[in-house]
């Protein structure tokens, strides 16, 4: 986790959020972003939302659509053509999920890719209370993304 | 006694004769007399003129600027002042044209997208739960653009013969007004741009400068330079393309001029 890229949002109710990328594929440039809130008094750590970031695309915006993500990613081969975000290839005997999203180059996942991608995930929530985010989850708009990308340096092709 | 009146009637006719001569002598004197006489009341009669005190020329000139201060929100107004009463251009069209201009870059969110964003596609679900997909841009407001460039190429414009300079200034807004877009709608600052030319006396003047630069003349090699500069300098905003736009402002009276000191 980089501390270094935590800024600050805030909720309905005026409670600080903070975000942070969480890299699970670097060459495929596949992030977990992680919002939380802290209370300091009981230091204690909410989740509050969890979204994908595939390149330059926000794949899903609600932790229900992020869980299924991950349990597509998690089942792999045994998933079928039901599957919402994958669908699965093969080549050569080697069977690889493919992203479906409208992307200039398709992207590829390999099994180990795969399994290394679902335990980073589950090592993310480690040390975070999953109390709030099923009844309070963090609703994000466009604009409030927007900026929250535009202040994270996000929106830039090279990073100044 | 005829002897006495012989005498007497001598001494009448001496006296006849000095009275005579007396009076002319008399006579002769008299003109002069009166003439310094005369000389000499005229003098006494002419007042003495009081002694002029000038007063110093305090107040300054007055001049019909617009009122820049409360017409323009945005830090344009500063622009205007550099411009236009710093150089004293208030020569007219380019006054009222160069102010026309102004006022629709203050009035409209125009945006010149940054050219290292990335675009970012978000599939987000609403509040009734439907998936929406929009796009996420870095972007610049043309109004910073335009004050930013045309502060770095004035120096450089002031090199020019005034008819000359004034020209290049409004090619500088015709230029970012080509750039930017009105919440991404591409169509739209076209015939924005032909319609502020339209009425304009040197229009022409001005398609030169824009094909000059358009082929990246070296004369104009400071405002491409203006244009870099103002780029690293202007700060980037967040745009997303699911905004609702507001309706373009169109200007159809100028505002009036007010004399205004200096």
């Known amino acids: 986790m980089a501390y270094d890229q935590i800024i600050k949002i805030y909720d309905e109710d005026g409670i600080e959020l903070k975000i942070v990328p969480i890299a699970l594929n670097l060459d495929k440039n596949i992030y977990l972003l992680h919002i939380f809130e802290e209370n300091y008094n009981i230091k204690k750590k909410y989740i509050r939302n969890e979204l994908i970031l595939i390149e330059e695309q926000i794949l899903t915006s609600t932790f229900s659509d992020t869980v299924h993500f991950m349990e597509e990613l998690f089942l792999f081969d045994v998933g079928n053509n039901q599957n919402k975000y994958f669908e699965i290839s093969q080549y050569k005997n080697t069977k690889n999920l493919k992203l479906k999203i409208d992307n200039e180059n398709s992207i590829f996942i390999s099994k180990s890719e795969a399994r290394s991608m679902y335990k980073i995930y ?24 927007t900026k929250l990308l535009h202040d994270n340096n996000m929106l830039l092709k090279f990073k100044k | 006694m005829s002897l006495l009146v012989l005498v007497v009637s001598v001494l009448f006719i001496f006296y006849k004769t000095y009275r005579f001569y007396a009076n002319k002598s008399e006579k002769k004197i008299e003109p002069k007399q009166a003439q310094s006489l005369e000389k000499k009341q005229n003098i006494e009669k002419i007042p003495k003129e009081p002694e002029q005190i000038y007063r110093l020329q305090t107040h300054k000139m007055k ?41 629709m870059f203050d009035r409209n969110e125009l945006m010149v997208v940054d050219k290292n964003t990335k675009v970012i596609t978000m599939n987000i679900r609403d509040s009734n739960n439907k998936m929406i997909k929009s796009k996420a841009y870095q972007v610049f407001e043309a109004k910073n653009i335009v004050e930013v460039t045309i502060d770095e190429a004035m120096s450089d414009i002031l090199r020019f013969e005034k ?19 009105h919440y991404l709608s591409r169509e739209m ?37 203006a ?32 004399l205004r000191e200096i």
């Open chain 2, 227 to 258: 244009f870099q500069e103002a780029f690293q300098i202007c700060e980037t905003e967040p745009y997303n393309d699911s905004e609702t736009s507001d309706p373009f402002y169109i200007l159809k009276k100028l505002p009036p001029k007010y």
């Open chain 2, 189 to 225: 600052p076209q015939w924005i741009i032909a319609d502020l030319l339209k009425n304009y006396e040197h229009a022409n003047d001005v398609k030169c400068i824009l094909d000059l630069n358009d082929k990246k003349d070296h004369r104009l090699f400071f405002v491409q330079k």
């Open chain 2, 163 to 181: 008819q000359e300079a004034q020209t290049i200034v409004i090619a500088i807004c015709i230029i970012v007004l080509e750039k930017s877009l």
């Open chain 2, 63 to 103: 001049y019909l600027l617009y009122d820049a201060r409360s017409d323009l929100k945005s830090d344009l107004k500063y622009l205007y002042y550099e411009v236009i009463v710093n150089n004293f251009w208030i020569n007219e069209p380019f006054h009222s044209k160069f102010y026309e201009i102004l006022l």
């Open chain 1, 122 to 145: 589950n090592l993310a929530f480690v040390g975070y209370s999953m109390a709030i985010v099923l009844e309070n989850e963090f609703k994000f708009t466009p604009q409030i993304l």
